[in-house]
């Protein structure tokens, strides 16, 4: 893997179209890794009931992703909005390219792989400075699980299934 700061060029020095191009190749190369695929299958099952409780059709869209992690404490403590949006952009991408005609949304399988993006962008942690891609997705995964994200997500989203 790749070190963001490596990968991505700051804020304003590329285009949106380089940037999510960069983020895709960034995906690519992290579903072609077994233990990345691995972890993200564990967590298919827990995503995939959010998904549904935060999307109001087979599909999300940038609210719904951004609510969702505003509800478990990603945005803004982990990640920012322009960051956020850089990676829902990139996933829509995909999908428009998959699914013509449904631009700027998500499937929950790209949802799933955009925790993997969404790790990849967060920052080291100054107490371990060493962290791989699995430990940032399972530390992500963690928060989901001791934060207050499920409190906040059936208080806040009108989709309970």
Known sequence: ???????????????????????????????????????????????????????????????????FHKDFQVFPDLIS?????????????????????HSSQINVNLFVEGFSLIALQMPQMSNQPNLTLIHKILYLAERMNHGTGAESAARHCPNNR
């Open 81 to 101: 909005k322009q960051k956020l949006l850089r990676i829902f952009n990139a996933l829509a991408e995909i999908h428009q390219q998959n699914s013509p005609g």
């Open 1 to 67: 893997m790749f070190i963001v700061e490596q990968r991505l060029a700051p804020p304003g020095k590329l285009g949106r179209r380089e940037t999510d191009s960069s983020l895709m190749n960034q995906l690519l190369e992290m579903v072609q890794d077994q233990q990345v695929v691995a972890c993200l299958a564990g967590l298919f099952k827990s995503l995939l009931q959010y998904y549904k409780l935060y999307s109001d059709t087979p599909l999300m869209n940038f609210t719904q992703f951004l609510q």
